[in-house]
């Protein structure tokens, strides 16, 4: 069994995460705060949303969390506000909550790159027919391929939390094609496969992914690590 680092390790690579690059808020989404509570209120409020984007940015997830629940109490019917509030519950692991906002944000705003994230918070509460139906859902969206990638990943550590690695890597490596610029969620799936692989004790195939990393981004999470322990 892996120490508890290497475990750590292998969520910070697998983990889906809503990718957002610190930004002014969306004057859309300030009018929607003016519209649900007045100008000067709703003013008030997108500066303190601002505040929690740039937190939630910045990984101060417990501030992002904090604002934006506050915010949710008065004006709960704005997507961006449930969206922030449920990404930072899920980077703080409360996996609940995490669902009950980012459902709440995707009725009022369809946003097929959150799906992963209640996938895998669904995951996290070991919901594994929910996570079936979300990954359906995903794939029947047909979002980029950096979503579907991230969808993948959930559904296949899922197969695996429950015992069926085997299936994990079929998910994993079905349709699978060598890409022609290896970006972010190809390392990602990368990882998956060598670990699931080294899991069912096929210390070849998983030299192969992890050396396929290495080679590409060396310092990738624990992927050196990884290797060593496989005896490269």
């Known amino acids: 069994m892996r120490d508890v680092a290497s475990a750590a390790a292998e969520r910070a690579a697998t983990a889906p995460v809503e990718r957002r690059e610190p930004r002014p808020l969306d004057p859309d ?3 929607e705060l003016v519209d649900a509570l007045g100008t000067q209120r709703g003013a008030r409020l997108s500066e303190r949303l601002a505040q929690a984007s740039e937190a939630l940015d910045r990984e101060r997830f417990d501030e992002a969390r904090r604002l934006a629940a506050a915010i949710a109490k008065e004006a709960p019917m704005v997507s961006a506000v449930q969206e922030v509030l449920g990404l930072a519950s899920y980077r703080l692991g409360r996996f ?14 369809e946003n097929p790159a959150l799906l992963p994230v209640i996938a895998d918070a669904y995951r996290g509460l070991r919901r594994w027919t929910a996570v079936e139906r979300v990954w359906d859902e995903i794939k029947a969206a047909s979002p980029a391929q950096d979503v579907m990638a991230e969808g993948r990943i959930v559904m296949a550590n899922s197969l695996a939390d429950r015992g069926d690695v085997t299936g994990a890597i079929a998910l994993m490596e079905d349709g ?16 998956v496969l060598g670990d699931l692989h080294d899991r ?14 290495a080679q590409t981004a060396p310092d990738f999470v624990d992927v050196a690590e990884r290797l060593r322990g496989l005896g490269r």
């Open 29 to 31: 989404i300030g009018a």
């Open 96 to 109: 609940k909550p995490a669902v009950a906002a980012l459902q709440k944000a995707q009725e009022l705003n």
């Open 176 to 191: 699978r094609t060598p890409p022609k610029r290896v970006r972010d969620h190809h390392l990602r799936e990368w990882y």
């Open 200 to 213: 069912a004790g096929d210390t070849i195939a998983a030299r192969r992914w992890f050396g396929a990393i």
